[in-house]
Every structure is written in C-alpha cells, then in structure tokens.
C-alpha cells in the first residue's frame, strides 16, 4: 500500500507526477489548497473559520491543517493517499508521524538555474490573461499576444528576484523535512529535468 509524500519546488512538476500516479494507482491526493477549499464549503465552525482565512489571504496555521489533513488521512482508512503541499515544515512532518507512517517520500529535485527558466520565462497577457513562455510556448511575434496583439509582460510573482527568494523560503523550510524522512529511510531524490515520462518512469522504479 502507498502513503506517498510528493516534495519539489514550484516547477518541478511534482502536482503532475502526482496525479500519474494518483491515476495508475487509484490513490487519492490530498493538496493542502484543495482540501481547504473544499472544507471551507461546509457549513460548520470549522468551515467558516477556514473560510474567512482563505478569503483574506492568510496562510492557514498549522494546528488547522494538521487537523484537516488528520481527518482526510482517517477517512482513507487504509487504501493509501499521495500528499501534495502538505508537510510543508517540520513541525506538520513530525505531527503526521503520529497519525500515520509514509511509505514513501519523493523529492523531485530541479536545480535553481532551471526553475528559474522554468518559471522566469513565462509571459502573461494583461488584456486577456493568455501564458506564454519564451521557450516553450512562444507568441508568434516576440512579445505580443497572439488574440489581441496586447504587449505582454512578466508577472511581480515571477520576476527572476522574487522567484529566488521563493526557492530560497522553500529550501529553508523543506530541507529539515526531508532530513526527517532520509532519517526513517523513505526519501528518494529524482531528477526532474527531464521530460514528464521519463521522471514518471523514475518515479515507479521508486514504487517498486
Ligand atoms: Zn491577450
């Protein structure tokens, strides 16, 4: 059975090898956003409480998440689960380490350079909000959007600086995390340069 823990920076790609394998497997994926959202749509303290977090922005505490988490991971009874987002620190692992033990732990590892490019390239039109990216997914004139012709331009969230302080937050808060799980034995690091198929195909020799 497969209590997968999914870790990687923005870009990685890790929310896709997640749900290959949610889908191979038949796994259910619990994302920290996903499961607020929907918990915020019932109609109790709890909900309402989550709710007006996520309506003013505020980065849910832990006591919260882990409480919601807790109940999903009890709700899957047994049939496994693949964590997206969630530990996002320490303290979140060593809490789920009292409600259940991981199976697997899987680091999709990209160097800073590459996120970078990743992330850094993309171009977004402010008229119609369609995404470009320099390199693999370009606008047939350099800089102009293909529906409007509106000039495009780099999002504040995605400024070269602002992306590499982003990488900077992850690493501080991840590393501890995935020194938790090395600890027990179950952290696989995997190359996430390469294509989808190719880092799917890593991930399920992992699996095995
Ligand atoms: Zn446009």
Excluded: W
Excluded at 18 to 44: M, W
Excluded at 148 to 170: F, P, Q
């Amino acid at each position: 059975m497969y209590k997968i823990l999914f870790i990687g920076p923005q870009g990685s790609g890790k929310g896709t090898q997640a749900q290959l394998v949610a889908e191979k497997f038949g796994l259910p994926i619990f994302s920290t956003g996903n499961i607020l959202r929907q918990r915020a749509q019932v109609q109790d303290e709890l909900g309402q409480e989550i709710k007006n977090l996520i309506d003013s922005g505020i980065l849910a505490p832990d006591e919260l998440v882990n409480k919601i988490i807790a109940e999903k991971i009890q709700a899957a009874g047994g049939n496994g689960y693949i964590l997206d987002g969630y530990p996002r620190n320490l303290a979140q692992a060593e809490f789920l380490a009292t409600k259940d033990e991981l199976t697997h732990v899987l680091e999709i590892d990209l160097p800073e350079e590459e996120t970078v490019r990743r992330l850094g390239g993309r171009r977004t039109c402010p008229k119609c909000q369609t995404v470009y990216h320099i390199e693999y997914n370009p606008p047939k004139i350099a800089g102009i959007c293909d529906k409007d012709g509106e000039r495009l331009v780099v999002r504040d969230d995605e400024t070269e600086e602002v992306l590499k302080k982003r990488l900077a937050i992850y690493h501080e808060l991840t590393e501890p995390i995935i020194d938790f799980y090395k600890g027990k034995g179950i952290h696989h690091k995997i190359d996430g340069r390469p294509a989808i198929e190719k880092v799917f195909e890593e991930v399920m020799k992992n699996l095995e």
